[in-house]
């Protein structure tokens, strides 16, 4: 399996940019998917982006797309979630996740590994 750990999150206020990390341990990072999940308080986790193991597709929430770009580095072990045009809706502990697949996925389910999870707090 694959090990998390977010960073960069925070507070911003609304059309500002943060920029999310994830940084992975374990040999399998480079072979599988990664994605980006949320969950605001009350609510269940949400899709948010996806990318497949070598970076050539990716997928968006109806929600983020044109203003979230995910990325990846696989000589780093490292995914990114670019987040601009930030709103109020947008605030959730935000997750990153590794896949069971190559391909990427926009289910739950299809993530075996997961962060810890990191806070992005949207003022207004």
């Known amino acids: 399996q694959v090990q998390l750990v977010e960073s960069g999150g925070g507070l911003v206020q609304a059309e500002g940019s943060l920029r999310l990390s994830c940084a992975a341990s374990?040999?399998?990072?480079?072979?599988?998917?990664m994605g980006w999940f949320r969950q605001a308080p009350g609510k269940d986790r949400e899709f948010v982006a996806a990318?497949?193991?070598?970076?050539?597709?990716?997928y968006y929430a109806d929600s983020v797309k044109g203003r979230f770009t995910i990325s990846r580095d696989n000589a780093k072990n490292t995914v990114y979630l670019q987040m601009n045009s930030l709103e109020p809706e947008d605030t959730a502990v935000y997750y990153c996740?590794?896949?069971?697949?190559?391909?990427?996925?926009?289910?739950?389910?299809?993530?075996?590994?997961w962060g810890q999870g990191t806070q992005v707090t949207v003022s207004s």
């Open positions: 996740a590794a896949g069971r697949l190559r391909r990427a996925s926009t289910e739950v389910n299809e993530y075996n590994s």
């Open positions: 374990g040999r399998t990072f480079s072979t599988v998917a």
């Open positions: 990318v497949s193991w070598a970076g050539g597709s990716t």
